[in-house]
RNA sequence: GGCGCGUUCGUCUAGCGGCCUAGGACACCGCCCUCUCAAGGCGGAGAUCACGGGUUCAAAUCCCGUACGCGCUACCA
């Protein structure tokens, strides 16, 4: 066997990768690409019943969309294809075939009720459950009797009684089992495929991997793997368990903990820039104290030894900051051109389309400050686009700075209802200076808007945040908003004109 | 039940015997900046390094035990 470095992602196209899987997909990668080595993706669809349609696809497409890219796989080939196991049954029986003739395995033909039935009275014992071997030494004769009762007998593998496996993992150093704890695990099913344990041994020693990266869930099968190799004759790769990705509540990170594929991120409005440089982080640190990089920054500095061991939950809070960290670096083209859709997806049918490029590139480019993932781009921009927004007049005076008010509104069950403060006469009168000053100007820009206003400020004897604030309710309906100057000049002096 | 792995601020982590009265980041709190919100700057709170024993002049770091958590325990991967 060679030196180089081949590693592979091997998914199972049972549905949406998420984001536990696509991480181990990611390490595997950067192992690759920091050593010069082949990264290949190869399918694993050997369980007909849950293979899912068009599952292979967005696998492809999830990997495509991080820039995870493949030297060999389904798609692209390569000199040890096929890619996918289906498509190489035969290989998996051969091999299974052979393990029978060298007293290394051997035909069960068990039918999965006694199976069932051992399993559920060795627990209600308290023992440890598996397979009892009443299969393992059956005489010729004896198999040609079965074979009349079961046509389709399953392989088994013939597990050592005695003695221990170790074998050595690069994150967590040397792990012992004892074989007695090891079942005669299935290797070839009766359909004729062949288990995950056979095909991926197999697969892996033919496509000569070099480094086997997974999550952790799979170290508890490493023995059984490692022994497949001694009974083959072959060397077994270099095994490196990933720590794995937990929900908030600490277990394993499935469906209950919510978006868990990774194409919901993406639908959702994560750059995968920031996906990448957070999924990184998760098991693997840089330094002491670097949390930003780009992936070619991960590729160089990326190893093995600085993998963690203790699991790691997926923390939302930070990617979506993180993913903020990368927004705000994009240019306000580039924003708008990834928001784009999104806009015209979300915002209110009173708006009418197309969107106009222009104008949404400007709105972009004082929006992306403050949003952290595209989906809010179109709430925190849907003033700019629509009349058709309406906020309790009280809202005004929350907006002058007014905490009380507004603490009031919130609240409140009907805002609406709340009674006015007593000076707004004199904000109407604000308001209605406001609109005269404006009306006047011939150059509306952010420059112009804000010497007239200043002005405005000192002729009313009233404040800053007075009248800005009041001037931002009325032109927004909120009092969080971009600053007043900008939306004005983006609004222009008509619109604005007409909703003031 | 059995087996395995793991255990440093709420979370992600740094730390591989003295630099640690434990560093960084998210979140949180306060202040500054300021037309609001963000962003940014500054500061704060937050970890008796799970616990108990060893080894050592010296342990978050090495060893043993315990507890807890998680994973596996399928003709699923």
Redesign the pocket.
């Known amino acids: 066997m060679g030196e180089a470095v081949r590693v592979r992602y091997?998914?199972?196209p049972?549905g949406d990768p998420h984001v536990g899987n696509i991480r181990s997909a990611l390490f595997n990668w950067l192992l690759a690409r920091r050593l010069g080595g082949k990264f290949i993706v190869r399918i694993?669809?050997?369980?007909q019943?849950?293979k899912m349609e068009g599952s292979v696809q967005v696998i492809l497409d999830s990997l495509r969309w991080l820039g995870i890219d493949w030297d060999e796989g389904p798609d692209v080939g390569g000199e040890f294809g096929p890619y996918i196991q289906s498509d190489r049954v035969e290989s998996y029986s051969v091999a299974a075939n052979r393990l029978v003739e060298s007293d290394n395995a051997y035909y069960?033909?068990?039918?999965?009720e006694r199976?069932?039935m051992i399993?559920e009275s060795?627990?209600k014992q308290?023992?440890?459950?598996?397979?009892d071997g009443r299969c393992r030494n059956l005489s010729a004769l004896e198999r040609a009797e079965e074979v009349k009762s079961?046509p389709?007998?399953?392989v088994r593998f013939k597990m050592p009684l005695t003695g221990k496996t170790t074998f050595n993992?690069v994150?967590?150093?040397?792990?012992?089992?004892?074989n007695r704890?090891l079942?005669d695990?299935?290797l070839?099913?009766?359909?004729g495929?062949?288990?995950?344990?056979l095909?991926?041994v197999v697969d892996d020693n033919a496509m000569e991997i070099s480094h086997v990266l997974r999550?952790?869930?799979?170290?508890?099968?490493t023995p059984r793997h490692v022994l497949l190799y001694e009974a083959f004759g072959w060397n077994p790769p270099i095994f490196a368990?990933l720590?794995?990705i937990?929900g908030?509540?600490?277990?394993?990170l499935?469906k209950r903990h919510g978006s868990v594929s990774i194409m919901d991120y993406k639908d959702q409005g994560y750059l995968p820039e920031a996906m990448l440089n957070?999924l990184s982080?998760?098991?693997?640190?840089l330094?002491?104290?670097?949390?930003?990089m780009d992936i070619n920054t991960v590729i160089e500095n990326f190893s093995l030894?600085?993998?963690?061991?203790?699991?790691?939950?997926?923390?939302l809070?930070?990617?979506?900051?993180?993913n903020?960290?990368y927004l705000?670096n994009l240019s306000a083209d580039v924003v708008a051109e990834k928001s784009f859709e999104l806009l015209d997806r979300d915002l209110g049918v009173d708006v009418s389309r197309p969107l106009d490029w222009a104008y949404v590139v400007k709105v972009c480019s004082v929006i992306q400050?403050?949003?952290?993932i595209f989906s809010e781009i179109p709430h925190l921009a849907s003033f700019f686009f629509s009349e058709n927004y309406s906020y309790p007049v009280i809202l005004i005076w929350a907006?002058m700075?007014d905490k009380s008010i507004k603490k009031l509104i919130e609240t409140s069950e009907d805002p609406r209802a709340l009674s006015l403060p007593e000076d707004r006469d004199s904000v109407s009168h604000s308001l209605a200076a406001a609109s005269g000053a404006l009306s006047k100007i011939d150059d509306w820009n952010h420059d112009t808007l804000?010497a007239t206003l200043?002005n405005l400020v000192q002729e009313l004897g009233t404040?800053?945040?007075r009248?800005?604030?009041a001037?931002?309710v009325v032109l927004t309906g909120?009092?969080?908003?971009?600053?007043?100057?900008?939306?004005m000049e983006i609004l222009g002096q008509k619109i604005f004109l007409g909703r003031l």
């Open positions: 091997a998914p199972s049972t694993e669809d050997t369980d019943a849950r069960c033909y068990c039918p999965s199976l069932v399993r060795q627990k308290n023992r440890p459950t598996g397979y079961n389709t007998p399953v993992d994150i967590r150093g040397d792990v012992t089992w004892e704890l079942d695990f299935v070839l099913k009766s359909d495929y062949p288990t995950y344990h095909a991926s999550a952790d869930e799979w170290l508890p099968s368990h720590p794995l937990l908030s509540d600490r277990s394993k499935s957070f982080l998760l098991g693997w640190s330094d002491d104290k670097t949390t930003e030894e600085r993998i963690g061991a203790s699991p790691a939950v997926f923390d809070e930070k990617l979506s900051w993180l903020g960290v705000r400050d403050r949003a952290r907006g700075g804000e200043r404040s800053n945040r009248l800005f604030g001037m931002r909120r009092t969080e908003a971009p600053p007043l100057f900008s939306t």
